[in-house]
């Protein structure tokens, strides 16, 4: 399967070959690759992503996966509605 | 490493990127920026992104609408890999007091005059302009439709990418640790990975641009303040401008991605580094949105985060060359707007560096303080 293809990012619709591009111009970290591409930005905040960039990085860099620095998990963590924040009912 | 550089700037914010970039473009060779972590990484890339022109001070109207001339060919200006992600579709300010509204008509009379294309509206007009907008104790507002929003991150990373190019070298994951004087006069920076000989330094290190100007013994009159925002899952568009109140203390906007951006400012936060993201944020921010813009409540948090302002006494920056220690230059104390004004500062900036008559008369120099000078912006969140 084409690398074009191959979604790494399901949030963002972020491409293995994308991220091979973002490693080949010397972003070399997950918070680099994150703040261009957004992977790791979307509903999942990097669940899925983050642990296949980071072996990606690795390969690339030669780097071992204990070595990669993962981004800061964010709060709430889970998505959580604004409403229900207030303390509205649920409407769905 | 470089152990020489004409000129080394602190920070690979917005900011010291748009300088760098502007020294190699006027012809200076041997630039280099100094990163502790990566570009963007500081302020610039925790800010909320908005780019607005409506202020109430000339200064900051002319530092802002100069900018979004170059944001607006920017892509072009400097041969972007990525587009910006400019988006053009206003701010809508709102008033809540008569008070706000005469200040709001003396800022728009000033933005006029300076070619500002703002103009003031009723409720029922900022209605129109934001359909679900909750007018209930409105008096009106203000509006200017080229105000918006550009990518921090990807403007960041283009005039990096273009100062490069130009030949400018930039160390990440680098932190200056001391800056070396002889006889009054700077002679480098160190770093942890070694001296760079230098005799000129340029702070642009945002929220730690106080810890900087310390390692030339100045107490630079300004402090950094955490300020939190959190961003929605994306949805389709339904929000043109960013939404913004001043007494109600919101900001509020669409990103061109779908998501939603939005923070406020929290008038008892303490004054130091603390960039943890808060529970109590959360919930406030829900409460606000919630009641000023009702739609928004079926929308799923996604992330919060907080970033620092780096504040001054009257809230607009500090752009000068030190008289105490020459060859420092400051680029700091932005307050919560360097990243819509930074274009412009770079300019300026690398025109003070090389000697050259400003393209702009300036005066926000470190002595006005001492003066009583101030020029108090009013308007801040």
Known sequence: MENGKIIVCRCEDVTLAEIRQLIEEGFTSLDEIKRIARCGMGPCQGKTCSQIIAREIAAATGKSLEEIQIPTNRPPIGGIKLGELVGEENEE | ?381
């Not at chain 2, 929003?149 to 070298?169: K, M, S, W």
């Not at chain 2, 393209?359 to 801040?380: A, K, N, Q, Y």
């Open chain 2, 1 to 381: 490493m470089k152990n020489k550089a004409s000129v080394v700037v602190i920070g690979g914010g917005v900011v010291g990127c748009s300088i760098a970039y502007n020294l190699a473009r006027l012809g200076v060779k041997d630039v280099v920026v100094v990163e502790k972590n990566f570009l963007a990484s500081g302020s610039t890339g925790r800010c909320g992104a908005g780019v607005r022109q409506q202020w109430g001070t000339e200064m900051n109207c002319r530092l802002a609408k100069e900018s979004m001339k170059i944001f607006e060919n920017m892509n072009e200006i400097l041969k972007t890999k990525r587009d910006i992600e400019l988006k053009q579709e206003g701010y809508l300010l709102l008033a809540y007091s008569e008070r706000e509204m005469d200040q709001f008509k003396k800022n728009i009379e000033l933005q006029n005059s300076l070619g500002i294309p703002s103009h003031l509206v009723t409720p029922e007009e900022a209605k129109e302009i934001v359909p679900y907008l909750n007018t209930e104790n409105l008096i009106g507002g203000a509006f200017c439709p080229t105000d918006g929003h550009a990518n921090p991150f990807l403007v960041t990373q283009a005039y990096a990418d273009a100062a490069r190019y130009l030949g400018v070298e930039f160390y990440l994951r680098t932190e200056v640790t001391g800056i070396r004087q002889e006889k009054g006069r700077i002679v480098g920076v160190e770093t942890n990975r070694g001296f760079i000989a230098t005799e000129k330094v340029v702070n642009t290190a945002g929220g730690y641009s106080q810890v900087i100007g310390k390692m030339v013994g100045l107490d630079l009159p300004v402090y950094s303040e955490r300020h939190q925002i959190l961003v929605t899952e994306p949805v389709e568009k339904m929000q043109g401008p960013m939404v913004m109140s001043f007494s109600y203390n919101i900001y509020c906007q669409q990103n061109p991605h779908g998501s939603f951006i939005m923070g406020f400012g929290d008038p008892n936060e303490p004054r130091d580094f603390n960039i943890r993201s808060s529970w109590q944020f959360l919930e406030e921010m829900a409460r606000k949105v919630t009641w000023l813009l009702p739609p928004l409540k079926h929308l799923r948090v996604v992330r919060q985060w907080a970033g620092l302002y780096n504040v001054t006494p009257d809230r607009q920056p500090i752009l000068c060359e030190t008289p105490q220690v020459p060859g420092f230059y400051l680029a700091i104390g932005f307050s919560g707007h360097g990243f819509m004004i930074a274009p412009m500062v770079g300019i300026l900036m690398a025109e003070m560096i090389t000697g050259q008559k400003l393209s702009m008369d300036l005066e926000l120099d470190l002595g006005r303080f001492e003066r009583g000078e101030l020029i108090l912006e009013p308007s801040v969140v």
